[in-house]
T-cell receptor
Framework: DADVTQTPRNRITKTGKRIMLECSQTKGHDRMYWYRQDPGLGLRLIYYSFDVKDINKGEISDGYSVSRQAQAKFSLSLESAIPNQTALYFC???????????FGPGTRLTVT | GQQVMQIPQYQHVQEGEDFTTYCNSSTTLSNIQWYKQRPGGHPVFLIQLVKSGEVKKQKRLTFQFGEAKKNSSLHITATQTTDVGTYFCAALSGGSNYKLTFGKGTLLTVNP
């Protein structure tokens, strides 16, 4: 079984809809991250959490919110989706901030 | 915020040729990590460099961290078709929040 899982893997939604992307991990890591990837722009950090009670904004948090329900679960919400949020979204985990990060398989989100 | 510049954006080589991608920062980096993302896949952690002037090898891959800790490189000797993908560097910022800033990546294609 994969260590970091994301659901759904693909999603098409309409402008204005609320959508939640979920991430679960079995690695026992405290640190979890949400990134979005756009062609030519690399990976940009949306939110990160160092433990259940610690949540921080990344460089592009506007339009997104997160919830750390447990050590193993970190969800990303788009309260009112807009087309420019069409992207590939990755969840990642790490044992410590200075360690390499382990990425989930990604969620491809399309907002029409 | 911290920026990490990665060049080239694209590189096409014949199988057997060497490949190098470079990562540069205007500020001193705490450490640098390298990731590989196969087409349609997710980023996979390759290595982390921490010390000034550090050189690490993984089979045909050689990673270097500059003496001033402001630049890094990944060199692949005698590329193979399995090397195809996007290679990202990611720099760790210091201070109270340790989060990675990713370069935009170098897409490597290999002609068999």
């Amino acid at each position: 079984d994969a260590d970091v899982t994301q659901t759904p893997r693909n999603r098409i939604t309409k402008t204005g809809k609320r959508i939640m992307l979920e991430c679960s991990q079995t690695k026992g890591h405290d640190r979890m991250y949400w990134y979005r990837q756009d062609p030519g722009l690399g990976l940009r950090l949306i939110y990160y959490s160092f433990d259940v009670k610690d949540i921080n904004k990344g460089e592009i948090s506007d339009g997104y919110s997160v919830s750390r329900q447990a050590q193993a679960k970190f969800s990303l919400s788009l309260e009112s989706a807009i087309p420019n949020q069409t992207a590939l979204y990755f969840c990642a985990t790490s044992d410590h901030s200075r360690d390499g990060q382990y990425f989930g398989p990604g969620t491809r989100l399309t907002v029409t | 915020g911290q920026q990490v510049m990665q060049i080239p954006q694209y590189q096409h080589v014949q199988e057997g040729e060497d490949f190098t991608t470079y990562c540069n920062s205007s500020t001193t980096l705490s450490n640098i990590q390298w990731y590989k993302q196969r087409p349609g896949g997710h980023p996979v952690f390759l290595i982390q460099l921490v010390k000034s002037g550090e050189v690490k090898k993984q089979k045909r891959l050689t990673f270097q961290f500059g003496e001033a800790k402001k630049n890094s490189s990944l060199h692949i000797t005698a590329t193979q078709t399995t090397d195809v993908g996007t290679y990202f560097c990611a720099a760790l910022s210091g201070g109270s929040n340790y989060k990675l800033t990713f370069g935009k990546g170098t897409l490597l294609t290999v002609n068999p």
